[in-house]
């Protein structure tokens, strides 16, 4: 729009706005994250009448925070590279080569893409059920079955984003590859792949932030030692003391990964997300 | 990056005959040739497909078999043999002159609601947003990525924040419409209980889900170019006109798309109720997808959570028709 006065009062107006609406939660948790016990509970103070840092060492402590973050880390990371693997090779056959089955298979990828979890839940509980039966493998409270569950929805998503990256590169630049004598999957490995880097990262990002604010597989398919940071955050709270600055101070800690990991790929991931999910 | 690639691609045709890179014979070229194009792409999504077969597919057809079956607490390590019940669970469950059957569908309509409540919300700040940090100024880059952040944190994490904000009878929201803007007098309201609940997991939702719509309409407003506005602007079109008459035309394709979107993720919410209330949300906020998990995980009544899960399926393979339809550009199959 142009700049007139009435423009930029506006813009100063509607932003300041927003930034308040966005920041006075994100004040709320860091400023409680740094207060003592006694202040927290009662009347709501802005400004912290005494600052300390014993929360952030306390939160180890109260609650096993550690445990909790090395297995969101082992799920997370495993679902992840599991989906984009599996993804790159899915989005490639969708972006650039014709077969048939291509528009089922396709369909069935997008559509699974908007399926709540809760659909899949019981169902898979009970197949996990029947292979404990059958084999004896326990996958109710283990890492392996968090994994296979996380992938109904990191999967999905990867595949539809890869392929609406894959198809933003020219051809011109595998065709070259391919007159030279490297193949298709040549191509796609020694071409495609490094042009596609940032996009695939992004994904990644992407995949990593979904599984690590899941809250429903995690309710139901974990026990006390596979619990992930998003139950395992509850525990601050479930006593008859609610530690809140604790639980502030440990939500803190479990925001800083993926909050830096999406501020690094957010221009390739808002790219992606345009590319991909609105034409 | 292209150009090593090319290049080494150069060096190895050396060893090679030119004309046919395939290690396979050089007599039987073209048939081979054809014969592997049709195999590469089944043997490139195989992985996908078979699992979207095992986590997809599959426990979607269990779940709709699970409507139909009478699976209790009793017989759920043993649910093969769970005896076939036919439509009974949804006549039991899904009677609308039943309290079970009013439940679900005063969940649905409640849900519907909360979901034009929460897009709605969400679209209009999102708009605000993207309108104004599409213009150039100090500070652009670093609002932009601020904005962000209630999307890129952990859904629990933010809804924790407002838990504690909403929670305490001296939380920080009472403490901003009761002590700073005399709002109720001298009544401080709950607001994780009760009919105020609704409206509380709304402003929750809201705030985390606004910044998806303010990064697709910023996206989409970049292929603006800023002489239409100037040109408008000569001619005396007001701001208001300028956004009715540019702004809102130019997001439409976006739109439809986003509004989807937004729309499915919101119906299905279920993180947000569950952080915020627990795995029992009061009766005035309870959503659909809470409510399954409660008939299923909370009161055992799995084949009641089958058949509502199956009422949601049908009602979501509708949607995504529409959805995909926008989504998926005409003949895409041919390229």
């Known amino acids: 729009m142009i700049e007139t006065r009435k423009f930029r009062i506006l813009r100063n107006v ?38 300390t840092l014993a ?86 409270g283990s890492y392996l079955g968090l994994i296979i569950t996380y992938m109904t929805f990191t999967l999905p998503f990867a595949i539809w984003m890869l392929s609406g990256y894959f198809a933003s590169i020219p051809k011109e630049l595998e065709e070259a590859s391919m007159i030279d004598g490297t193949g298709r999957m040549g191509a796609l490995f020694r071409v495609i792949l490094p042009v596609a880097k940032p996009g695939i990262i992004a994904v990644a990002v992407y995949s990593f932030i979904s599984a690590w604010g899941e809250v429903l597989f995690a309710s139901v398919l974990t026990n006390e030692s596979t619990k992930t940071l998003s ?30 990991g999406f501020i690094l790929v957010q221009r390739h991931l808002v790219a992606g997300l345009s590319a991909g999910a609105v034409k | ?24 014979g050089p007599t039987q070229a073209p048939p081979i040739r054809k014969r592997r194009r049709s195999f590469l792409p ?23 078999w699970i409507a139909f079956i009478s699976l209790t607490q009793l017989n759920l390590t043993n649910w093969l043999n769970a005896p076939f019940v036919g439509l009974q669970n949804f006549i039991n469950g ?41 213009s150039n100024f100090k500070g652009r880059a670093l609002l932009r990525t601020f904005f962000l952040v209630p999307y890129a944190l952990p859904a629990y ?15 920080a929201v009472n403490q901003i419409l009761v002590d700073t803007l005399h709002l109720f007098g001298d009544h401080r309201p709950f607001w994780l209980l009760g009919e105020n609940s609704f409206g509380a997991m709304v402003v929750v939702n809201v705030w985390q889900l606004w910044p998806f719509a303010f990064l697709m309409l910023m996206a989409a407003l970049q292929n603006v170019p800023n002489d239409v506005y100037e040109a408008a602007a000569i001619d005396g079109a007001t701001l208001w006109q ?39 949300s009061p009766k005035e906020a309870t959503l659909i997808s809470p409510l399954i998990y409660q008939n299923s995980f909370g009161s055992w009544n799995f084949g009641l959570g089958g058949a509502m899960s199956v009422l949601l399926l049908i009602a979501l393979f509708i949607a995504s028709v529409f959805y995909i339809r926008m989504v998926l550009p005409k003949g895409a199959d041919n390229d």
């Open chain 1, 55 to 140: 929360p952030y060492f306390d939160i180890w402590t109260t609650v096993p925070l550690a445990k909790y973050f090395q297995n969101s880390l082992i799920i997370t990371i495993a679902a992840t590279a599991c989906s984009v693997t599996v993804a790159v090779l899915a989005a490639y056959a969708i972006a650039r080569l014709p077969f048939k089955g291509k528009r089922a298979f396709s369909l069935t990828v997008l559509s699974t893409q908007m399926f709540p979890g809760i659909l899949f839940l019981l169902p898979l509980y009970l197949i996990f059920t029947q292979i404990r039966n059958i084999t004896g493998l326990q996958l109710q």
């Open chain 2, 42 to 64: 089944y043997g490139l999504i195989a992985p996908a497909a078979i699992l979207e077969l095992l986590i997809h597919i599959g426990p979607m057809l269990l779940g709709v």
């Open chain 2, 94 to 134: 899904l009677n609308p002159e039943s309290t079970i059957g009013q439940a679900f569908f005063s969940t649905v309509g409640r849900t519907l609601l909360y979901t034009i409540l929460v897009v709605g919300f969400s679209w209009v700040l999102g708009m605000a947003g993207a309108v104004f940090l599409s």
């Open chain 1, 14 to 51: 509607v932003l300041t706005v927003l930034s308040l609406w966005v920041a006075i939660p994100l004040f709320v948790v860091v400023s409680t994250s740094i207060k003592p016990l006694k202040d927290v509970a009662g009347l709501f103070q802005w400004i912290p009448r005494e600052i």
């Open chain 1, 231 to 260: 139950l395992g955050l509850k525990a601050y709270a479930s006593e008859s003391d609610v530690f809140w600055n604790q639980l502030m101070a440990a939500s803190v800690v479990v925001s800083l990964p993926v909050l830096i």
């Open chain 2, 242 to 280: 300028q956004f009715r008459t540019i702004t809102l035309p130019m997001v439409r394709p976006a739109n439809g798309v986003l509004l989807m979107v937004m729309s499915l993720w919101t119906f299905n919410q279920f993180n947000i109720p569950f952080v915020l209330f627990g795995a029992t």
């Open chain 2, 157 to 171: 994490v933010g809804t924790i924040a407002w838990a504690f904000m909403f929670n305490q009878r001296d939380g």
């Open chain 2, 1 to 24: 990056m292209s150009h090593s690639a090319l290049d080494s691609g150069k060096a190895a045709e050396g060893s090679k005959p030119p004309a046919n890179p395939e290690p396979d």
